[in-house]
């Protein structure tokens, strides 16, 4: 943010998805991506313009999951599930073990659910410690679908 005594006004353009259009430091809440223009007027009348891009992205990158967990019962990194920013719904959550036999499956839930997520279980059986691999489909802020997949490795 830059100020002085001089500039005597702000207008941020276009105004839509900003908390305000005369202010030093808007906030955005932007669902797509587009360039905002800063004009400033100083008090002898003077004009200058600067521009902003933000730029919304609909990316893989964004959906986050953790490359280890420890279901072990003593509170902490007790299930393994996918959350992140800019995701919307995850549409698909699948876990399988070395042999390729699925061990969890859930669909339809928001990202970040602990519920939805695994807990190092098949059948009601804890699964030894090892690598795991895993797909996720989610749907991201701007309504497109995204893959990741990946391995966890489960630590008892």
Not at 13 to 18: F, K, V
Not at 26 to 52: K, Q
Not at 110 to 118: E, Y
Not at 127 to 141: K, N, R, W
Request: proline content about 5%; overall charge positive.
């Amino acid at each position: 943010t830059y100020t002085t005594p001089d500039i005597v006004s702000y207008t941020w353009l276009p105004s839509n998805q900003l908390s305000c259009t005369n202010c030093t430091s808007p906030i955005v809440t932007a669902t797509e991506s587009r360039e905002y223009v800063l004009r400033l007027v100083s008090s002898n009348g003077c004009i200058s313009e600067t521009s902003a891009r933000v730029i919304i992205e609909c990316n893989p990158d964004n959906l986050l999951l953790p490359n280890a967990f420890t279901p072990n019962s003593d509170g902490l990194n007790e299930r393994f599930f996918p959350f992140g920013r800019g995701i919307s719904a995850i549409n698909k959550f699948l876990v399988y073990n070395r042999k390729g036999e699925l061990v969890h499956s859930r669909f339809n839930f928001a990202p970040g659910d602990r519920n939805f997520g695994w807990d190092g279980t098949l059948n009601g059986r804890h699964q030894a410690s090892g690598t795991f691999v895993y797909m996720v489909e989610a749907v991201c802020d701007l309504g497109k679908t995204i893959l990741k997949k990946g391995t966890v490795l489960l630590i008892r």
